[in-house]
Nanobody, 125 residues
Framework: QVQLVESGGGLVQTGDSLRLSCASS????????MGWFRQAPGKEREFVAA????????YYADSVKGRFTISRDNAKNTMYLQMNSLKPEDTAVYHC??????????????????WGQGTQVTVSS
């Protein structure tokens, strides 16, 4: 069983930065692809970014490319999302997700088996 806990959300202004963290339990963290998704009120869950188990491969949604950076520290069982140049449309609950071991990165929720409860990010204009 894998437990994921997000942190780092908050209320910021347009153009500000935030760094989200996702701490994972278990000993298979480095074998799992990880992803960030977000969900705004009244909208479907949306892919943000994903990273392979080793960290060598990353993939971003077009809406965040060039502004967000996904990374991981396998020694700390933690994944990060550095968010720069934040916009009001980035406002959402951000969830981290973990795949089954040795699965490839995915931009679809069905590619992930474990989910965190989420952290709220609010960007005011």
């Amino acid at each position: 069983q894998v437990q994921l806990v997000e942190s780092g959300g908050g209320l910021v202004q347009t153009g500000d930065s935030l760094r989200l963290s996702c701490a994972s339990s278990g000993r298979t963290f480095s074998a799992r692809a990880m992803g960030w998704f977000r969900q705004a009120p009244g909208k479907e869950r949306e892919f943000v970014a994903a990273i392979s188990g080793s960290g060598s491969s990353t993939y971003y949604a077009d809406s965040v490319k060039g502004r967000f950076t996904i990374s991981r520290d396998n020694a700390k069982n933690t994944m990060y999302l550095q968010m720069n140049s934040l916009k009001p449309e980035d406002t959402a609950v951000y969830h981290c997700a973990a795949s089954k071991p040795l699965y490839s990165i995915s931009d679809h929720p069905t590619g992930y088996d474990y989910w965190g409860q989420g952290t709220q990010v609010t960007v005011s204009s």
